[in-house]
C-alpha cells in the first residue's frame, strides 16, 4: 500500500519507494502539508500541523483563532483571496466580478493503479500494483465549484505525480485565470534551486542559485517549452552534490507554455509551483464542464542529483514513453539534412542511402525538402505530396528501392506549420494562428497552424496519414521550426480567444494520439528546431528527440550532459555531423565526434559518399562498437563522473542493471601543457565483481575502478576522447 489515511487525525502519508509524503486536513476543511523526506513508518508519525500567532499583517480567517491565518498555512493547493499573500495555484473570475474563493475538505477515495488524465499525456501504470492514487475533494460551497487534487505514489520508484481537475457545479459560469498542476511547501529556504536554460543550439544548460526571499521564476510565453527553458526545476540542499545530499525534482508533462517557481516568504518557507502559463491565459468554465491541468511528476533523492536523475530516467523510459518502440532498440541512422540541405535529386539520395548500408547503418532519413516546391525554407508548408521534380518515381518507389538494399527509410515533416506561399493557405488562409486586421508576423517565413481547430487537426491527420501509408516508412521525424504569435482563433468567441494556446496544445496531444495509434510500428522522434520541445510531453507520444540542431561534438557535451539531468540516453537523437561543423565552425576528430554521439541514439548527418577511406573505416568501427553497447546504453543506469560546466573535462558512464556491464567515455576540450596525471573513477560498479577491461585485457575489482580509479594517459591535442568498455569475468 502506498496511499495510507488516518481516520483520527485526517492524516493522509503516501509513500514511494524510499520517501513519504505527508499532509493533515486543518481548520474546517483546509489541506495542510507536513513532510515530504525520507520514508517514515506510517503507524508512528505523530507530528500535526503547528500555528502559533503571528502579527495583525497575517490575518486571521477564523476569528475564533487568531494563530491560523493563510498567511503563513503550508497549503497544499492555494487559492486566492483570504489572506495568503503569496502566489497562489488557483486564481478563479466568477460571475459577480469577484476572485475569491473558499476550497475545503469534501472527501477523497483511494484507487489502485493510476488513472489516466483526459485528453493529455501522463506517466502510467501498466497493472494496479505498481501504484496507489488518492484523489482529495475540495469544495467552494458558495460557488459550487470543487478541485480534486490527484497524487499518484510508485511503489517501486521514489516518484509522486500530482495534477488538479476544476469542475463546475454550480449555476454559473467561471473564467479560469491561473490553475497551477501542483504546489509543494517547504518548512525552510536553506536550498539551491537547478534550472536548465540556455537557446536555440544551446539548450538545457545547467544554471543554479541560492533561494532567497522573492520569487525565483522560469518560464515560457513562446507556445512551447521552448529552447530558452526546460519545464523543470530542482531544489537542492546545500550539501548536495551529483552523489550525495537531498535533491527535489519537479517536471512537468507538458508541451506548451508553462511557469514554474519558488517563492520565498518572509518567515523563510518555500513554496514551489508548476503549470500552465497563466499570462495570457484564461478558460471559461461552464456549469457541468470540468478543466483538467497537466501532471507534474515530483522526485525526491537522497543521493544526489544522480540519483534524482536515475528516478526520472526510469521512470520516463518505461511508464511515459509507450509502443512498440519503447523496450527497443534503435536503429543507427543517416539524415541527409546537413549533407544537402534542400539542393538534392533522387538519385543522390540513393547514393548517400547506399553508402549508408555499405558502413553498417541502418535506417535512411530523407528530411526537409521532398514535397511541395521546397526548394528553400519560404514555401510548401503544409502542401504534404512530393515533389516530383526531385522524386520523379515518387516515395513509394524511392522507400522501396531502399528498403530493398536491406535499409529502412525515414522522413521528415512539419506538420503543425503553413507557408504563407502554399497550395493550403491559399484555400485556406483562416487556418493559422491570427487576429482578425492584425499583422502575421512570420518566422522561418511560415505561419503556425490553429491547432485548436478539429478540422485543421483533421487535415493534418488525414494529410499525414495518406504520406504515411503510401510509403514503406518505418521512422518520422517530427519538427517545429517556430513559436507563437498573433495568439487567437477564428473559431473562438471573444471571451474563449485567451484559450487559443492551451485548445492548441490539446488539439496536437489528439493529432499526435491518432497519427501513433494508426502507424504503431512507426519510430517517431519529436524535434523543435533541435530540442526546443524536449518535454515529458512530447515523449508520451515520441519516445525519442533531436537534442539539438547543434552537432558540434564539445557543445553536445553540456547540451546532452544538461539533458541528462531529467531525460534517460534512450530519448535523446545524438549524430556524428561534418567538419568544420555547421554551428560553430569547429574542427573536432571523427573518433570523438562518435564518442559524444553514441552516448544517445546514434547517427549520422553528413555526406557518407565524401568520407576519406579512412573516415570510413572509422565509421564501420563506430556502428561495429555501438551495436554492441547500444542495449547498455538505452536500458542501462546513467551516471554523471565530471561535468562540463565545471571544468575542462567531461565524463559519463552507463551500466547495466544487472552490473555486469559497463561503458564509460572521457572528454577533454583543450589539451594544457606538461598536465598532472589524472585517476578516473567510475561509479554504479558492483564492489564484489571482477572486470575486465576491454582496451587492454587488464581485470580491476569494481571496488578499486570506484574508489581508486583508472590511471588515465595523457590525450595529446584540443577535442580528445577515450572510451572504456568493462564487462565482468
Not at 95 to 100: F, Q, Y
Not at 400 to 408: A, H, K, S
Not at 443 to 461: F, G, N, P, T, W
Request: aromatic share 12%; with cysteine.
Amino acid at each position: 500500500m502506498t496511499v495510507h489515511y488516518d481516520s483520527e487525525r485526517s492524516i493522509f502519508h503516501l509513500q514511494s519507494k524510499d520517501s513519504s509524503y505527508i499532509f493533515q486536513i486543518v481548520k474546517s476543511g483546509y489541506p495542510a502539508h507536513l513532510y515530504w523526506g525520507p520514508k517514515l513508518d506510517a503507524s508512528r508519525f505523530h507530528t500535526d500541523y503547528l500555528t502559533i500567532e503571528r502579527c495583525s499583517f497575517s490575518p486571521n480567517f477564523i476569528r475564533e483563532d487568531r494563530t491560523f491565518s493563510f498567511d503563513t498555512l503550508p497549503h497544499e493547493y492555494p487559492s486566492y483571496g483570504t489572506g495568503d499573500f503569496r502566489e497562489p495555484a488557483l486564481e478563479i473570475r466568477f460571475a459577480d466580478g469577484s476572485a475569491i474563493s473558499d476550497f475545503r475538505y469534501e472527501g477523497h477515495a483511494i484507487k489502485e493503479g493510476k488513472p489516466e488524465l483526459a485528453g493529455l499525456p501522463a506517466t502510467y501504470t501498466e497493472n494496479d500494483e505498481e501504484a496507489q492514487t488518492l484523489e482529495l475533494y475540495l469544495k467552494d460551497e458558495q460557488t459550487g465549484l470543487a478541485v480534486v487534487l490527484a497524487y499518484t505514489a510508485f511503489r517501486n520508484l521514489d516518484a509522486i505525480t500530482r495534477s488538479v481537475r476544476i469542475e463546475n457545479r454550480g449555476t454559473s459560469p467561471a473564467v479560469l485565470e491561473r490553475v497551477m498542476s501542483a504546489s509543494v511547501e517547504f518548512d525552510d529556504a536553506d536550498y539551491d534551486m537547478l534550472q536548465l536554460s540556455g537557446t536555440w543550439t544551446r539548450e538545457r544548460h545547467m544554471h543554479t542559485r541560492p533561494l532567497v526571499p522573492g520569487i525565483h521564476r522560469i518560464d515560457s510565453k513562446r507556445g512551447s517549452s521552448s529552447h530558452q527553458q526546460n519545464p523543470f526545476i530542482a531544489l537542492l540542499s546545500k550539501e548536495a552534490g551529483e552523489d550525495v545530499g537531498e535533491v527535489y525534482g519537479f517536471s512537468l508533462v507538458y508541451s506548451g507554455s508553462f511557469m514554474a517557481q519558488a517563492e520565498v516568504d518572509q518567515y523563510a518557507t518555500s513554496r514551489v509551483m508548476l503549470g500552465i502559463q497563466p499570462f495570457n491565459f484564461s478558460w471559461q468554465l461552464e456549469p457541468g464542464q470540468a478543466f483538467q491541468a497537466p501532471e507534474v511528476v515530483l522526485v525526491r533523492s537522497s543521493e544526489g542529483l544522480g540519483g534524482m536523475s536515475r528516478t526520472y530516467h526510469k521512470l520516463y523510459r518505461t511508464r511515459l514513453c509507450r509502443g512498440v518502440h519503447r523496450d527497443k532498440t534503435r536503429p543507427i541512422l543517416i539524415n541527409n539534412w546537413e549533407a544537402t540541405y534542400f539542393n538534392f535529386n533522387e538519385a543522390k539520395i540513393k547514393e548517400i542511402a547506399a553508402a549508408g548500408k555499405e558502413l553498417g547503418l541502418e535506417l535512411f532519413v530523407l528530411d526537409d525538402g521532398w514535397f511541395g516546391r521546397r526548394d528553400r525554407d519560404d514555401s510548401s508548408l503544409g502542401d504534404w505530396k512530393e515533389d516530383r521534380r526531385k522524386l520523379p518515381n515518387g516515395l513509394k518507389k524511392l522507400g522501396g528501392d531502399i528498403t530493398e538494399t536491406g535499409m529502412q527509410f525515414g522522413l521528415w515533416f512539419e506538420p503543425e506549420m503553413v507557408s504563407p506561399d502554399s497550395d493550403l493557405y491559399r484555400a485556406h488562409p483562416d487556418w493559422c494562428l491570427h487576429v482578425e486586421g492584425r499583422s502575421r508576423t512570420v518566422a522561418r517565413e511560415q505561419l503556425v497552424l490553429d491547432l485548436s481547430r478539429k478540422d485543421v487537426c483533421d487535415y493534418i491527420v488525414e494529410s499525414v496519414s495518406s504520406v504515411l501509408a503510401s510509403a514503406p516508412i518505418t521512422y518520422v521525424k517530427w519538427d517545429m521550426n517556430r513559436n507563437m504569435t498573433e495568439i487567437g482563433s477564428a473559431l473562438l468567441p471573444p471571451e474563449r480567444q485567451r484559450e487559443t494556446a492551451h485548445r492548441y496544445m490539446l488539439g496536437l496531444y489528439d493529432v499526435l494520439e491518432r497519427i501513433t495509434s494508426s502507424f504503431p510500428h512507426i519510430l517517431f522522434e519529436s524535434c523543435s528546431g533541435g530540442g526546443g520541445r524536449f518535454d515529458p510531453g512530447m515523449l508520451y507520444y515520441m519516445p525519442q528527440t533531436w537534442t539539438s540542431d547543434d552537432t558540434d561534438a564539445m557543445e553536445r557535451l553540456k547540451i546532452q550532459y544538461g539533458t541528462s539531468i531529467v531525460y534517460p540516453a534512450s530519448t535523446m537523437g545524438a549524430h556524428v555531423s561534418a567538419v568544420p561543423n555547421h554551428q560553430v565552425h569547429r574542427i573536432t576528430p571523427f573518433e570523438t565526434r562518435g564518442h559524444v554521439a553514441m552516448s544517445g541514439n546514434f547517427g549520422y548527418e553528413l555526406d557518407l559518399t565524401k568520407l576519406t577511406e579512412e573516415e570510413k573505416e572509422s565509421v564501420k568501427l563506430q556502428v561495429e562498437q555501438y551495436k554492441q553497447l547500444r542495449d547498455l546504453i538505452q536500458f542501462g543506469d546513467f551516471y554523471r563522473l565530471l561535468s562540463p560546466f565545471e571544468g575542462n573535462h567531461t565524463a559519463w558512464m552507463f551500466v547495466s542493471e544487472d552490473k555486469k556491464e559497463a561503458f564509460a567515455a572521457y572528454f577533454q576540450v583543450l589539451a594544457s601543457p606538461n598536465a598532472p596525471l589524472r585517476r578516473f573513477k567510475l561509479k554504479g560498479l558492483d564492489p564484489n565483481k571482477a572486470y575486465r577491461l576491454e582496451a587492454d585485457g587488464r581485470v580491476y575489482g569494481g571496488d578499486e575502478l570506484m574508489y581508486r580509479g583508472l590511471q588515465l594517459t595523457p590525450l595529446e591535442g584540443d577535442f580528445k576522447s577515450s572510451l572504456f568498455i568493462l564487462r565482468e569475468i
